[in-house]
């Protein structure tokens, strides 16, 4: 592979509320993201990659009331569940962020501080529509519009009216909108820029980032107002500089800005419009790039805590392993739109595209060599294929389609052993030389196609990927031989079994 001169790269992921168990859309963020910071450690970069969990907020506060703890013994407890899912996940961040670090909060302190005296904060009186789920106002015309009722938490917006601290995302409405437009900031897919885009045409409004502390009590502290208390977004937002060090830790100037933030697609508002403000009021620079992602609903059902629908990744991933839910969520979720799981459809995915393409192919190649070859892998010419549409399919942050091109690699090769018949070529290898060679130039040139396969679903499916380079890297075959997905039917019949 063509390796590109060493450059530190920053990514990032949302950090999720820990009001709740990690669910698949949250590993989905740490998936897409661990997809890019691999294939970029393979081409050389040195990359940083921030995940987290946001820790404050009414809505933290009223669950762990629930659970009569008090909040901090709450996140204490919650947030290891989504540590142990990013170790589970395979995940290769290089950080974790808690929002209530002793670091986050003082520098977060700081952002208030640099903000206020840029004359960018303000004291206000706002009256509006609340959605505690969302922890956001929402317009008259919104909130009209949904019945009163938020369509993505299913809970009445309250009517709240208190005194505030404003802060002015109105003043950087042009610079923002313009960022976008030349691509500075980028937005991807583009219809989610151009939704912005239309979101902002009468600019960004400035939001309210403080509430008073008998209204919200579980938060940062406003620098010298010990009635007001922090937005959870300003502070929530802040996580992707403080995580660096920022301000006090030079480090941070080494990755900032960020080439790449992972969000999904119902908070890109808030990542397109407050944070590039807060940014441009601190005078740093705005992330490169924004990859929104869709929602993923459970068999076209969107996933709620009412319905109780969700889906934990654990259950997945005890069942069928880390690379399964990688795979599944890479190219069965398409990265830049809205996906479903079933368990169906995932186990489909599961037996056929994992367990028969692949597994069964590196399988058999590995058989033959041994059966014919003791295990000796003969040399052949490096497999040539035409790498570009996969690169072109990463660049453009379209990670189902650049497994969709290594399927069709695993598709042709199975299909060329179909018809080039090694089994066949192999009855006649010890009395005539030409089938011998024939045979190893065959085995060879499907093992070496399975490195290659190897290489491109690194990022994806980290462990596969390796095994299939322990098993061909070298020119002998290991001795024994681990069988790769082997056929799991938990959800779906299992052909195998015995007609009644
Ligand atoms: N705490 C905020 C993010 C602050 S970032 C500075 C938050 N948390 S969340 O827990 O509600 O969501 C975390 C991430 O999970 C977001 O990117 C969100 O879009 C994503 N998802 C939540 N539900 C999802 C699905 N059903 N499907 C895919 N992703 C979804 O928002």
Same mark, same amino acid.
């Given at each position: 592979m063509l390796r590109a001169m060493t450059k530190k790269a920053y990514i990032t992921t949302a950090i999720p509320y820990v009001n709740g168990a990690p669910h698949i859309g949250h590993a989905l963020d740490y998936t897409l993201a661990d997809i890019w910071a691999r294939y970029q450690r393979q081409n050389g970069r040195e990359v940083r990659y921030q995940t987290g969990v946001d820790e404050h907020g009414n809505k933290i506060a009223a669950k762990a009331t629930d659970e009569s703890l008090d909040p901090q013994a709450y996140v204490d407890k919650m947030h290891t569940n989504f540590v142990e899912l990013i170790q589970k996940l395979n995940v290769s961040s290089t950080d974790f962020i808690r929002t209530t670090d002793g670091h986050h909060k003082g520098a977060v302190q700081y952002i208030w501080q640099q903000l206020s005296q840029a004359g960018l904060i303000y004291k206000g009186s706002y009256e509006g529509w609340y959605c505690q789920g969302c922890e956001s106002f929402v317009t008259d015309k919104e909130a009209a519009a949904n019945n009163g009722i938020c369509p993505d938490h299913q809970r009445a917006y309250e009517r709240l009216s208190e005194d505030n601290y404003y802060f002015k995302a109105s003043q950087f409405s042009q610079q923002i909108r313009e960022a976008i437009e030349t691509g500075k $900031?980028?937005?991807?897919p583009d219809f989610r820029k151009n939704e912005f885009l239309e979101l902002i045409k009468d600019g960004i409004k400035d939001v309210s980032v403080s509430r008073p502390r008998k209204n919200l009590s579980w938060g940062i502290s406003v620098p010298g107002d010990d009635d007001q208390v922090m937005y959870v977004w300003l502070d929530a937002l802040s996580n992707y500089i403080t995580v660096l060090g920022y301000p006090d830790r030079e480090e941070w100037k080494e990755y900032w800005p960020a080439d790449v933030e992972v969000v999904g697609k119902d908070i890109l508002r808030f990542h397109a419009g407050i944070w590039p403000a807060m940014l441009l009021g601190l005078g740093l620079s705005l992330p490169k790039t924004l990859l929104v992602h869709g929602f993923v609903g459970v068999g076209g059902v969107k996933m709620s805590k009412s319905l109780g629908n969700g889906v934990g990744p654990n259950e997945v991933i005890d069942n069928y392993g880390t690379d399964a839910f990688r795979y599944y969520f890479s190219r069965h979720v398409p990265t830049q739109e809205d996906g479903d799981f079933t368990w169906e459809k995932f186990e489909q995915a599961y037996n056929n595209? $994992?367990?028969?393409? $692949?597994g069964n192919l590196v399988q058999r190649v590995a058989a033959m060599v041994t059966r014919y070859q003791a295990g000796v892998i003969g040399d052949a010419p490096q497999a040539e294929h035409d790498m570009g549409p996969y690169r072109d399919a990463m660049d453009a942050y379209e990670f189902n389609k650049a497994l969709d091109i290594v399927w069709n690699t695993v598709r042709s090769l199975n299909q060329y052993l179909e018809n080039v018949k090694p089994w066949e070529i192999a009855k006649n290898r010890e009395k005539d030389t030409e089938a011998s060679d024939h045979l190893a130039e065959v085995l060879a040139h499907a093992a070496s196609t399975l490195l290659q396969v190897s290489d491109l679903l690194a990022p994806f499916m980290p462990a596969t990927s390796e095994a299939i380079k322990v098993m061909f890297g070298t020119g002998v075959l290991p001795a024994e031989i681990t069988p790769l997905f082997p056929k799991i039917y938990l959800h779906t019949p299992d052909p195998r079994a015995p007609k009644a």
């Open positions: $900031l980028r937005i991807v595209e $994992l367990g028969n393409d $692949l």
